[in-house]
């Protein structure tokens, strides 16, 4: 079974930047798409963005277009979230899934999740 990891987070001003790291393991195990989501207080979960096995298709939520920037290194089976012009409204709690499937987007179920990592933006 595959875990994931998540690190990075904390808080920052608005406008500011932050980038957040998930590691898959054991690292034999790549999962062919990964994702963030997120969960703030009181809402529901909600899709950030997803990536592809290979990091060719990526995939966003309209409210991090242009904001934000999903990456991953196959060979460290790790999968980032570069986090800019960050906004009161992106405090949450992040979360890194996992998928085995050729199906790759925000739409599709993913069942493998990390414990999460939060992110504070003040205004």
């Known amino acids: 079974q595959v875990q994931l990891a998540e690190s990075g987070g904390g808080s920052v001003q608005a406008g500011g930047s932050l980038r957040l790291s998930c590691a898959a393991s054991?690292?034999?195990?790549?999962?062919?798409?990964m994702a963030w989501f997120r969960q703030s207080p009181g809402k529901e979960r909600e899709g950030v963005a997803t990536?592809?096995?290979?990091?060719?298709?990526?995939d966003y939520a309209d409210f991090v277009k242009g904001r934000f920037t999903i990456s991953r290194d196959i060979a460290k089976n790790t999968v980032d979230l570069q986090m800019n012009n960050l906004e009161p409204e992106d405090t949450a709690m992040y979360y890194c899934?996992?998928?085995?499937?050729?199906?790759?987007?925000?739409?599709?179920?993913?069942?493998?999740w990390g414990q999460g990592a939060q992110v504070t933006v003040s205004s």
């Open positions: 990536i592809s096995g290979g990091g060719a298709s990526a």
């Open positions: 054991p690292a034999a195990d790549r999962p062919s798409c």
């Open positions: 899934a996992a998928r085995f499937s050729l199906n790759c987007g925000l739409e599709w179920t993913f069942r493998i």
